[in-house]
């Protein structure tokens, strides 16, 4: 395989969607001497911004979409769900990277788990659901479980725990009577998540797993690396995630979720076309960042394995802890060693919205871990 053409800095990266991801993606470039072309309607979005260029459009606009053709030289994504059908269109004027088929398969669980099913991935028991009638033919094997509608669910919405078969009509029809799936419910010994850069060439890179722990289906805490998880449960996920990445053909960063069971066995559980919430950590844990990677890979620059210099834990700092307007008040957790503090830029605290998160680094992860507790106190966060 030969390299992709090589965008040298100084070329413009243009980004679908104007979140905290895209804003993170934002700064990496500009390190490396891109000029970034953000679209999003928000006038405050926090990548909008932070980029030379803020296409106040939707991604779904014509005009948008000839702005970046015109005036951009590759295009990436932070946001799960621009239309695939986006991506193909942009694909035929400009390089753009992840692609709209791999990009596809991350927004539908269905044929999320056909590509684990392809890769030899181990994944939760689960039935298609695509009608009222899918019910009666389902086995009592896949409750108690969780209804998650097919396409469109994050951070835990989108989806119905369901404990017997005649509340499932009652919990499709909650969800809008949409395409879903039907997950059993599994007793999980904790959630890991493998993220890895694959380039245009093949070159495919991966962090250590992150231990990722949720609080009402939001990411609250992550530790890195992940304790509990031996050599050998990493290598797997590691492997698999790999073999997904390849069998995609993906190109940019990837995020592969995984539940471990409580016979130390994975199941791979949902993936994101996207630098993840739980490696927000390889910002200050590491030499080069998701986000470097991001660059990168879209760039057709060489992808060196990374190095975690420094273990870390991560906790995601909710809306929930602002008072009205008022934020935290910073200089509590900034006084501890280690601590990392990123805000995104939002103006508007609402309760469950990703405001900012806090790495904190230290030379051992529970050093790290005695400091994020202290941190947590501070700010109010529940203890782990
Ligand atoms: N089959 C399952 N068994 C046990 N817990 C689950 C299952 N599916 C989801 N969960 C829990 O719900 C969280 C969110 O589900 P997920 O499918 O990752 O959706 P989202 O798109 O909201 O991240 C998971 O991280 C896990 O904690
Ligand atoms: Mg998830």
Same mark, same amino acid.
């Given at each position: 395989?030969?390299?992709?053409?090589?965008?040298?800095?100084?070329?413009?990266?243009?980004?679908?969607?104007?979140?905290?991801?895209?804003?993170?993606?934002?700064?990496?470039?500009?390190?490396?001497?891109?000029?970034?072309?953000?679209?999003?309607?928000?006038?405050?979005?926090?990548?909008?911004?932070?980029?030379?260029?803020?296409?106040?459009?939707?991604?779904?606009?014509?005009?948008?979409?000839?702005?970046?053709?015109?005036?951009?030289?590759?295009?990436?994504?932070?946001?799960?769900?621009?239309?695939?059908?986006?991506?193909?269109?942009? =694909?035929? /004027?400009?390089?753009? &990277?992840?692609? *709209?088929? @791999?990009? %596809?398969?991350?927004?539908?669980?269905? +044929?999320?788990?056909?590509?684990?099913?392809?890769?030899?991935?181990?994944?939760?028991?689960?039935?298609?659901?695509?009608?009222?009638?899918?019910?009666?033919?389902?086995?009592?094997?896949?409750?108690?479980?969780?209804?998650?509608?097919?396409?469109?669910?994050?951070?835990?919405?989108?989806q119905r725990r369901v404990e017997r078969v005649d509340e499932l009509a009652a919990a499709w029809r909650e969800?809008?009577?949409?395409?879903?799936?039907?997950?059993?419910?599994?007793?999980?010994?904790?959630?890991?998540?493998?993220?890895?850069?694959?380039?245009?060439?093949?070159?495919?890179?991966?962090?250590?797993?992150?231990?990722?722990?949720?609080?009402?289906?939001?990411?609250?805490?992550?530790?890195?690396?992940?304790?509990?998880?031996?050599?050998?449960? =990493?290598? /797997?996920?590691?492997? &698999?995630?790999? *073999?997904? @990445?390849? %069998?995609?053909?993906?190109?940019?960063? +990837?995020?592969?979720?995984?539940?471990?069971?409580?016979?130390?066995?994975?199941?791979?559980?949902?993936m994101a076309p996207r630098p993840h919430n739980s490696a927000h950590c390889t910002i200050d844990g590491a030499?080069?960042?998701?986000?470097?990677?991001?660059?990168?890979?879209?760039?057709?620059?060489?992808?060196?394995?990374?190095?975690?210099?420094?273990?870390?834990?991560?906790?995601?700092?909710?809306?929930?802890?602002?008072?009205?307007?008022?934020?935290?008040?910073?200089?509590?957790?900034?006084?501890?060693?280690g601590v990392h503090l990123h805000l995104y830029g939002k103006t508007q605290a609402r309760p469950g919205r990703?405001?900012?998160?806090?790495?904190?680094?230290?030379?051992?992860?529970?050093?790290?871990?005695?400091?994020?507790?202290?941190?947590? =106190?501070?700010?109010?966060?529940?203890?782990?």
């Open positions: 395989m030969t390299r992709a053409r090589v965008l040298a800095p100084g070329a413009t990266l243009g980004v679908l969607g104007g979140g905290q991801l895209g804003r993170m993606f934002v700064h990496a470039a500009q390190r490396l001497g891109y000029r970034c072309m953000v679209v999003d309607p928000e006038a405050d979005s926090p990548a909008g911004s932070v980029a030379e260029q803020h296409l106040r459009l939707r991604y779904t606009d014509a005009r948008a979409l000839d702005a970046l053709a015109a005036g951009a030289h590759a295009v990436t994504t932070e946001f799960e769900n621009v239309p695939a059908e986006v991506l193909r269109r942009l =694909a035929e /004027r400009l390089p753009v &990277a992840p692609g *709209a088929a @791999a990009v %596809a398969v991350c927004q539908d669980r269905g +044929l999320e788990k056909a590509t684990f099913a392809r890769c030899g991935v181990p994944c939760a028991p689960h039935a298609a659901i695509e009608n009222a009638a899918a019910f009666d033919a389902l086995s009592e094997g896949l409750l108690p479980g969780i209804l998650k509608t097919a396409q469109l669910g994050y951070d835990g919405k989108g969800l809008g009577g949409v395409r879903c799936v039907l997950e059993r419910r599994l007793d999980l010994a904790c959630e890991i998540s493998v993220v890895l850069a694959r380039g245009a060439d093949g070159e495919l890179v991966s962090f250590a797993p992150f231990r990722n722990l949720h609080r009402d289906g939001i990411l609250a805490v992550t530790q890195w690396p992940a304790p509990g998880i031996d050599a050998a449960a =990493a290598a /797997r996920a590691d492997a &698999a995630a790999r *073999a997904i @990445a390849t %069998a995609l053909d993906y190109v940019g960063v +990837l995020c592969v979720e995984f539940f471990v069971l409580r016979d130390g066995s994975l199941c791979a559980n949902e030499d080069a960042s998701q986000f470097d990677y991001q660059v990168r890979a879209l760039a057709g620059l060489p992808l060196p394995a990374p190095r975690m210099h420094s273990p870390a834990v991560m906790l995601n700092l909710l809306g929930d802890l602002w008072r009205g307007d008022r934020a935290p008040r910073w200089e509590r957790v900034l006084e501890l060693p990703k405001m900012g998160h806090l790495s904190v680094t230290a030379s051992t992860l529970d050093a790290a871990d005695a400091v994020a507790r202290q941190a947590a =106190a501070a700010l109010g966060i529940a203890p782990w």
